[in-house]
């Protein structure tokens, strides 16, 4: 057993400010002089982007359902100990603190992760609609579990120092100190779109200064050395901690082509660990700029994004969708995400892509967001027919395929209270090499899938 300070930033429900607080607290302790680690509970790409600017270090996800609950401390301690090792890890967290996937009684939430890294929570409350029921809110959180301990409480959108004397006062009775208050400030937004945040790749220089102004922020309204405190009695943990060398074989070598840009920003770090351990080098290539693959390119990665918002810069760059075409069609193996899959289209909005995949897309209002368990169908460099993933689905576009298609994954029914199981649906295609689809899969999880898809590419430097 060895000491890791941690807390975990929690919320009663989404938009009360994890993200705020987390990021600026990422970036106030670093600005003491800490190394810190970001991690994030969940699928999500976007806030593990911010808490990157703000530790100058991957932001990570700990995610039961994408990873396994045995990976989760583990995968805590690689990413508190690479590059270097932190002084402090904070774990924000998603939604409410005890949900999680549905119909799976809390599997996957806050309240799970926390308990199985058996780390204190902070939880962010949004005040400004109220102010001593702010007290029995706190308290129904810190009796209703048991195993978790609220180990403090940060008040969100305070509207006065009268306000906040209240609120203080109310939530004095339940014994959970309140260690900062935030006042309202609108200047601190991060500017939002149809799928959350504007991802902080895409915003350079700004996102850095709004990072640093939440910084700033925290370090005024927090009581930084308590959150420390907190941070430094959390129990020990078990030794080791999760090593991609550990979980593929070295193949070959090989050179891997991973999308990168504006476009592409969704990508979990440890894929690109496991491609290098198992012998790939990795290259990153921006869709938006780049005009062809690397000259010894033997396989792609195009993973997640958003290729909707930058539909007409990916069309005029005809020339890196001409070479990813030839690619394609000569057999290079190629991976695509969610993005990856719009991109191999025909054409995304009347747009044209590479025309890869036999099929269109467009946006619709539509969200689809959700935890699946797929079963492979096809055949192809990533995975083959009966293998099992747990993955994650986030879009709000519509992509329609001609016809003879080879899906990618069958998703296992959905159980509902009110209706049952739903029906299987296929998703996706497999052609030859080409495995696209809408499922994001963390490859932590899965690294079998890293070691396919890098002997498939190493097969294919071969042959060339």
């Known amino acids: ?15 009360q400010g994890k993200t705020t607080v987390a990021t600026g607290l990422m970036a106030a302790l670093r600005a003491r002089g800490l190394a810190v680690s970001g991690h994030k509970v969940g699928p999500d790409y976007i806030d593990p982007g911010y808490h990157a600017v ?3 270090r991957p932001g990570r996800n700990l995610d039961p359902h994408l990873q396994g ?9 690689h990413g508190a100990e690479v590059p270097v090792p932190a002084d402090v890890a904070v774990i924000e967290g998603v939604m409410g603190l005890h949900d999680g996937a549905i119909g799976r009684d809390g599997f996957a939430s806050t309240a799970h992760v926390a308990r199985l890294t058996r780390s204190p929570v902070l939880l962010v409350v949004d005040v400004s609609g109220a102010s001593r029921s702010i007290g029995a809110l706190v308290h129904g959180f810190a009796s209703y579990d048991p195993e978790l301990t609220i ?6 959108r305070v509207g006065s120092e009268t306000h906040e004397a209240e609120v203080r006062e109310a939530v004095a009775r339940t014994g959970v100190p309140v260690l900062g208050a935030l006042r309202r400030d609108g200047s601190l937004d991060t500017p939002s779109r149809h799928l959350g945040l504007v991802p902080a790749a895409e915003r350079g220089g700004e996102a850095r200064r709004t990072v640093d102004a939440l910084g700033e922020h925290l370090a005024r309204a927090v009581d930084l050395a308590a959150v420390l405190a907190v941070a430094r009695r959390a129990p020990a943990l078990p030794v080791g901690r999760w090593r991609p060398e550990d979980e593929v074989p070295r193949l070959a070598p090989t050179t ?10 969704f990508r979990y770090a440890e894929a690109d660990e496991l491609l290098a351990a198992a012998g790939a080098r990795v290259v990153p290539v921006d869709p938006l700029h780049d005009e062809d693959l690397p000259p010894d390119c033997a396989g792609l990665y195009l993973g997640g994004g958003f290729p909707e918002v930058y539909a007409a810069e990916l069309a005029a760059n005809a020339r890196l969708r001409d070479a990813v075409a030839r690619a394609a069609r000569a057999g290079m193996p190629v991976l695509a995400e969610c993005a990856g899959l719009l991109y191999l289209c025909r054409d995304l909005d009347g747009q044209p892509m590479t025309g890869v995949v036999d099929a269109s897309a467009r946006m619709t209002g539509r969200l689809t967001l959700g935890y699946r368990d797929g079963v492979a169908v096809g055949a192809g460099a990533l995975a083959e027919p009966g293998t099992v ?7 709000r576009t519509q992509v329609e395929y001609g016809p003879g298609r080879v899906p990618a994954w069958r998703f ?3 159980p509902s209270r009110a209706h049952g199981l739903g029906a299987a649906v296929e998703e996706g295609v497999v052609d030859g090499n080409v495995h696209a689809s809408y499922l994001h899969v963390h490859w932590a999880g899965h690294p079998a899938l890293a070691t396919r898809f890098v002997a498939a590419a190493a097969h294919r430097a071969g042959v060339r």
């Open 256 to 265: 891997v082509a991973v999308a990168g840009g504006s476009a592409f920003t």
């Open 69 to 77: 609950e045995e990976r989760i401390v583990p995968l805590l301690r």
């Open 412 to 414: 296992r029914p959905r």
């Open 151 to 156: 180990a403090g409480v940060i008040l969100n």
């Open 1 to 15: 057993m060895t000491p890791l300070p941690r807390v975990v930033i929690a919320a009663p429900g989404s938009g």
């Open 389 to 395: 993933v747990t993955g994650h689905e986030f879009h």
């Open 54 to 56: 703000a530790t100058g």
